[in-house]
Nanobody
């Protein structure tokens, strides 16, 4: 069993930055990703990282602004979010899976994740 705990969310002005962290219990040789759900919308894929950390993937809406990374020694996944926009406002969820590779999280992630965190709220004011 793996438990995922997100942190780092908060209120930031447009153009600002935040760094989210996802601490995992136990050894997690999983593909991991970040998803988000804005008010009144479905949850969507944001970014993914392979178990080794060598490969990363992003939704088009965040490419060039967000950077996902992981430190397996610390069992932690990070997401640096720069140039934040009001449309980035959402609850951000960390998730892990062994069922599919990181490159497929964008297309199939939401239904294929083994573990989810409870989420952390990011609010970007205009």
């Amino acid at each position: 069993q793996v438990q995922l705990v997100e942190s780092g969310g908060g209120l930031v002005q447009a153009g600002g930055s935040l760094r989210l962290s996802c601490a995992a219990s136990g050894r997690t040789l999983y593909a991991m990703g970040w998803f988000r759900q804005a008010p009144g919308k479905e949850r969507e894929f944001v970014a993914a990282v392979s178990w080794s950390g060598s490969s990363t993937y992003y939704a088009d809406s965040v490419k060039g602004r967000f950077t996902i990374s992981r430190d397996n020694a610390k069992n932690t996944v990070y997401m640096q979010m720069n140039s934040l926009k009001p449309e980035d406002t959402a609850v951000y969820y960390c998730a892990a899976t062994r069922r599919i590779p990181a490159q497929d999280l964008g297309a199939h992630g939401d239904g294929s994740m083994d573990y989810w965190g409870k989420g952390t709220l990011v609010t970007v004011s205009s």
